[in-house]
């Protein structure tokens, strides 16, 4: 299939993932929600199998009856008095998914160069955070709802600069993997730049730009 249907599709299965979360927002609209959502599934999935490598698509399948069953079996024994927690687990493990998909993309950079590179990068990145912060509030949030924590607010000592330590050493990881391993795409794009400030001027009055790329070329 055409990359242009393909990047359309997913496109089109975004916004009607969109739609879906709006319609679930309302009870009256609870009912149009599920079926976009399903919809915009169902494309998305398409895509992804027209798109994916054929040596790999049983797998694909294989992991699509897991969670089918998985899915099947859990709503049918689920009451509706627990949905909430069910809901909560079942979040969890959206931000599980982010961080492998940011692990596996990271994995296969070695394909982009440049620019494209930068924001592959930041893309896993904010990924990776975003996925792991939900992973691990949505647990709790599933285990105060089932009762096994207390649902009282933790007090302990210096807890608000715990979590600013927690931020800036994840905002230093972050920051570790996108210089480390945007060396080369940061030197392109710097060359880049100073051809540009550059150009058609033989006078130094575009020095401060060309030092400045040297530096981060460097």
Same mark, same amino acid.
């Given at each position: 299939?055409?990359?242009?249907?393909?990047?359309? @599709?997913?496109?089109?299965? %975004? @916004?009607?993932?969109?739609?879906?979360? +709006?319609?679930?927002?309302?009870?009256?609209? #609870?009912?149009?929600?599920?079926?976009?959502?399903?919809?915009?599934?169902?494309?998305?999935?398409?895509?992804?199998?027209?798109?994916?490598?054929?040596?790999?698509?049983?797998?694909?399948?294989?992991?699509?009856?897991?969670?089918?069953?998985?899915?099947?079996?859990?709503?049918? +024994?689920? #009451?509706?008095?627990?949905?909430?927690?069910?809901? #909560?687990?079942?979040?969890?493990?959206?931000?599980? /998914?982010?961080?492998?998909? %940011?692990?596996?993309?990271?994995?296969?950079?070695?394909?982009?160069?440049?620019?494209?590179?930068?924001?592959?990068?930041?893309?896993?990145?904010?990924?990776?955070?975003?996925? @792991?912060?939900?992973?691990?509030?949505?647990?709790? #949030?599933?285990?105060?709802?089932?009762?096994?924590?207390?649902?009282?607010?933790?007090?302990?000592?210096?807890?608000?600069?715990? $979590?600013?330590?927690?931020?800036? /050493? @994840?905002?230093?990881? %972050?920051?570790?993997?996108?210089?480390?391993?945007?060396?080369?795409?940061?030197?392109?794009?710097?060359?880049?730049?100073?051809?540009?400030?550059?150009? $058609?001027?033989? $006078?130094?009055?575009?020095?401060?730009?060309?030092?400045?790329?040297? %530096?981060?070329?460097?």
């Amino acid at each position: 299939m055409p990359e242009g249907i393909i990047t359309v @599709a997913y496109i089109l299965s %975004g @916004a009607l993932f969109i739609l879906s979360l +709006r319609g679930l927002s309302h009870q009256e609209t #609870a009912r149009k929600g599920n079926l976009y959502g399903i919809l915009g599934m169902i494309i998305a999935i398409s895509a992804t199998l027209f798109a994916g490598n054929t040596n790999t698509l049983w797998i694909l399948i294989a992991v699509m009856i897991t969670g089918g069953v998985i899915g099947l079996v859990v709503a049918r +024994r689920v #009451a509706m008095t627990e949905m909430p927690e069910l809901v #909560a687990i079942l979040h969890s493990f959206v931000g599980a /998914s982010a961080v492998l998909v %940011g692990i596996v993309s990271h994995l296969e950079q070695e394909t982009k160069i440049g620019s494209e590179l930068i924001i592959h990068q930041i893309e896993i990145v904010l990924g990776v955070f975003i996925g @792991a912060y939900t992973f691990t509030g949505s647990v709790i #949030a599933f285990l105060k709802l089932r009762g096994s924590i207390s649902g009282k607010p933790l007090t302990m000592p210096l807890r608000h600069q715990l $979590d600013l330590l927690l931020l800036f /050493s @994840a905002g230093i990881c %972050g920051f570790w993997v996108f210089f480390r391993y945007s060396a080369t795409a940061y030197s392109a794009s710097c060359n880049n730049f100073h051809c540009w400030t550059s150009r $058609d001027s033989h $006078d130094y009055g575009n020095w401060w730009c060309r030092y400045a790329c040297s %530096g981060f070329h460097a």
